[in-house]
C-alpha cells in the first residue's frame, strides 16, 4: 500500500519556467490537498480538491492551478515559476471529515 | 482567521528527559491534529483530538486537549532520539471545512 505519492521528488526550473507535480493516492479518499511549507510560515494550503471535478482555493493560491483528473490523481501546476515559488510541495488525502496523510514531498527551487 | 501558535519554537533535550510542546489558538478549535515530520520527509500523522477534555496516548507520545479546546499539548515521556524531528498542530476551520491550518511548528533535537 503505498498511501500518498508524489513526482518529482526534486525540481530546479528557471524563473518563467513552466512545471507540473503529480500526485496520486490508491486509499479511495475522496478529499486531495496541496501544500506548500516554507522556513517560518509552516504549512500552508495551496488549493484542495473536495471530490472528483471539483477544486477550491486555499490560503495561497496566486500562481498555481490544479486539476482532479479522476479520484486518484491530483496535480499542481506552475504556469510562469518564480523565485517566491521556491518551497517543499506536499499533497495530501484524506477521507471526508477524517485525517490527512501526506505525501513524501517534492523540493522545488526557482532560479 | 484563526492562527495556531506553537511553543517552543525549538527545544533540545537530553535523552530520557520529558518534554511537553503545546499549541493554542484564540478561537475554538475542531479538531486537533498532530503530526512529525523528520528533515526532508513528508509528515506523519499522530494522534488526533476532537473532544474538550480528551486525552490520547500512543507509546510514549501523549496528546491532550483541554476542556475550553483552544489549547493542545504533547507530550513525551522519556524521550529517544528516534523522537527527534518538526512537530505540528493542524486543526479544522469551525463550519465542518476539511481544511486545515497549520502552526509553525516545534523542532525537537534529543541528544543521545
Known amino acids: 500500500n503505498a498511501g500518498v505519492t508524489q513526482t518529482p521528488k526534486f525540481q530546479v526550473l528557471k524563473t518563467g519556467q513552466s512545471m507540473t507535480l503529480q500526485c496520486a493516492q490508491d486509499m479511495n479518499h475522496n478529499s486531495m490537498y496541496w501544500y506548500r511549507q516554507d522556513p517560518g510560515m509552516g504549512l500552508r494550503l495551496i488549493y484542495y480538491s473536495a471530490s472528483e471535478g471539483t477544486t477550491d482555493k486555499g490560503e495561497v493560491p496566486n500562481g498555481y492551478n490544479v486539476s482532479r483528473l479522476n479520484k486518484r490523481e491530483f496535480s499542481l501546476r506552475l504556469e510562469s515559476a518564480a523565485p517566491s515559488q521556491t518551497s517543499v510541495y506536499f499533497c495530501a488525502s484524506s477521507a471526508t471529515g477524517t485525517t490527512q496523510y501526506f505525501g513524501p514531498g517534492t523540493r522545488l527551487t526557482v532560479l | 482567521s484563526q492562527e495556531l501558535e506553537q511553543s517552543p519554537q525549538s527545544l533540545i533535550v537530553q535523552e530520557g528527559k520529558n518534554l511537553t510542546i503545546n499549541c493554542t489558538s484564540s478561537?475554538?478549535?475542531?479538531?486537533l491534529y498532530w503530526y512529525k515530520q523528520k528533515y526532508g520527509e513528508g509528515l506523519i500523522f499522530l494522534m488526533m483530538l476532537q473532544k474538550g477534555g480528551e486525552e490520547k496516548s500512543h507509546e510514549k507520545i501523549t496528546a491532550k486537549l483541554d476542556e475550553k479546546k483552544q489549547q493542545s499539548s504533547l507530550h513525551i515521556t522519556a524521550s529517544q532520539p528516534s523522537h527527534a524531528g518538526i512537530y505540528l498542530c493542524?486543526?479544522?476551520?469551525?463550519?465542518?471545512?476539511?481544511?486545515?491550518?497549520f502552526g509553525k511548528g516545534t523542532k525537537l533535537t534529543v541528544n543521545p
Open positions: 478561537k475554538t478549535l475542531y479538531g
Open positions: 493542524g486543526a479544522k476551520k469551525r463550519g465542518g471545512s476539511e481544511k486545515l491550518v
